[in-house]
């Protein structure tokens, strides 16, 4: 064993990347049935520990998937891989699986899920991105409808994100922003959008197909304290292109201005004084380090 490894917890056991397996008869990977999280750790605080905890619980209660521990346990379980790879400015990438069954999909023949947590020191979102601006386009491919797989969920079946993502790449863009099944704006491959038209914030509701963001419900809490004002509401394609001001938000994006889409420029074609300062407090935030789960490493 290489203890420069990192340890992944896997079922309350900690195994070095290179050893860390699951069985091919686990159905998160024969068919994506499971849900996950992917959170932060900012300077030994793992931001918003419980907003993440409770999303992925409700997401596995939507799909039937009972998690054996609690999420006290779950919690623990989180801050001690973090812990042990003494990771203080890391990505977490915490799953729960639907465990081993056999080939059929029928959940009920997999008795017992598997929970899974990678921590790793990785460069998500470079810097320039962020001070320039990103292209995006607006992919074909619609938004899973919430009666169907709803992005509510987070699932481990990324798919429909995927599909968009190829058709970024294949446009030369950075990202994918998607249309809900009705056409609606709904939420980038993996970020949730934001505009500001007419000096007015709004994102989109949870009802346009979107996956409920930490990372959003923080900004719009955020905004709102600023004493700026942010509604959710349907967006059509036509106010994104013609917003002012246009930026994306998540764990891994943080706050990500979006400067052309579709080949169009939005706004002054560089981050707008909204977006910089809704930027710059989230910054502060969290670099309080109040937001979240300080991890006492020895
Ligand atoms: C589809 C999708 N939407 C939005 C987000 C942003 O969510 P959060 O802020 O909780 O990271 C993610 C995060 O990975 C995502 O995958």
Known sequence: MDVSEPLVYIDGKFYPKSEAKISV??????YGDGVFEGIRVYDG????????????????????????????????????????????????????????GDLGLDPRKCSRASIIIIVEQIQLVGGAAKEKGISAIIASTRRDSVSATTHEVKSLNYLNSILAKLEANEAGADMAIMLDSRGFVSEAEAANIFIVRNGTIATPPTTAGILDGVTRRRIIKLIRELGMEVVERDITPFELITAEEVFLTGTGAEILPVTKINGIQIGDGVPGPITRKVMQEFEKLVKSGKEGVRVQFD
């Open 25 to 30: 008869y686990d159905h998160g990977l024969l």
């Open 45 to 100: 605080v793992v931001f918003l520990l419980k907003e993440h905890i409770d999303r992925l619980y409700n997401s596995a209660k939507f799909i039937k998937l009972n998690i054996p521990i609690s999420k006290e346990e779950m919690m623990a379980a989180v801050i001690e891989t973090v812990k042990r790879n003494r990771a203080k400015n890391s990505y977490i990438r915490l799953l729960v699986t639907r465990g081993v």
